[in-house]
């Protein structure tokens, strides 16, 4: 990925709920000097604004449906279409207006996306106790994503999420570091520099 002379940079954080993707983002903006995040769930919610009608828009990031893990992976790559699709002429945009961003939400599949125009990765949080902590008393997001807090389903779109990304070799971080180490640590890894 030879970003860093052409394109604006676009960093996209994928991973499941409660992992801390949204407190990555932030830190990754501050310390890159990206003034531009972008939570899927403000996508999520202009999309129900111009077209409440659309079931699948409607019901975007609700699992609470879904019943098998089949429902949920079919759900994941449903929405990861769709967003994936806004995301191409979002990225698209930025890099006319040379625009840089940071992007983070769940439904974020590698294969959606233009994987040449930006820096993808995922989250993880392997420590279980504490996911399942994090998800239940979620600290930035503020707002539990299932009503029913089903932490079984948080682990069958994360199990998806990363048999997705092994087929694309994506890098993957572990969120169980200091929050501004992982930052440090990913910048380092990925080669990032900050914005002038």
């Not at 019943?67 to 994941?76: A, G, H, Q, V």
Request: proline share 4%.
């Amino acid at each position: 990925m030879n970003l860093k002379n052409k394109n604006p940079l676009i960093i996209v954080i994928s991973g499941t709920y409660g992992v801390g993707k949204t407190t990555l983002a932030h830190n990754l903006a501050y310390k890159l000097n990206i003034k531009q995040q972008i939570g899927l769930s403000a996508i999520a919610q202009t999309l129900r604004y111009i077209n409440n009608k659309n079931p699948l828009i409607k019901g975007l990031g609700n699992f609470s449906n879904c019943i098998t893990e089949k429902d949920f992976i079919k759900k994941l790559h449903t929405e990861a279409k769709l967003i994936g699709k806004i995301l191409k002429n979002i990225i698209e945009k930025f890099i006319i207006t040379g625009e840089h961003c940071v992007i983070d939400g769940v439904e974020l599949l590698p294969q959606y996306l233009p994987l040449k125009k930006i820096y993808y990765i995922t989250l993880i949080l392997k420590n279980i106790k504490k996911h399942k902590k994090r998800f239940l008393n979620p600290s930035i997001t503020r707002k539990k994503r299932f009503s029913n807090a089903n932490f079984n389903a948080v682990k069958i779109i994360e199990k998806e999420i990363l048999r997705n990304n092994s087929n694309y070799n994506t890098p993957v971080f572990e969120s169980g570091l200091n929050e501004k180490d992982l930052a440090d640590l990913i910048i380092k890894e990925l080669h990032l520099k900050p914005i002038k």
